[in-house]
């Protein structure tokens, strides 16, 4: 593998897990007191809408979890019903 590709492959990894961890924090934060972690259904549901609505976040958790709240209105149909729960 060159070197090129690899430093690529890093980069999404920590870009992917970057996501993650946002949409673990916005989970969380509009979940109130309770603390629990994002689950598989839920990452699901708003990875998308955070590369299509706060791409140029990545992979800032802080900001990312901001641009969620922001976007609430432009979320998808599923990953709003996650916000609401």
């Known amino acids: ?3 090129d590709q690899t430093r690529s492959r ?9 996501v ?3 949409l673990c924090l916005a989970l969380a934060a509009t979940a109130g ?4 972690i994002a689950t598989p259904e839920q990452k699901r549901a708003c990875t998308p809408d955070v590369y299509r ?3 140029g976040e990545i992979p800032n958790v802080r900001a990312i979890t901001a641009c969620l ?3 609430k209105a ?3 149909d599923a ?5 609401e729960q």
């Not at 999404?12 to 897990?17: K, N, S, V």
């Not at 007191?33 to 629990?36: F, K, L, N, V």
Request: proline share 3%; with cysteine.
């Open 53 to 55: 609505l706060c791409a």
């Open 10 to 18: 890093t980069s999404a990894g920590r870009a992917r897990m970057a």
């Open 1 to 3: 593998m060159k070197p």
């Open 20 to 22: 993650a961890l946002g």
């Open 74 to 76: 432009n979320l998808s």
């Open 69 to 71: 709240r922001r976007q």
């Open 79 to 83: 990953c709003r019903a996650v916000f």
């Open 33 to 36: 007191a309770r603390a629990d």
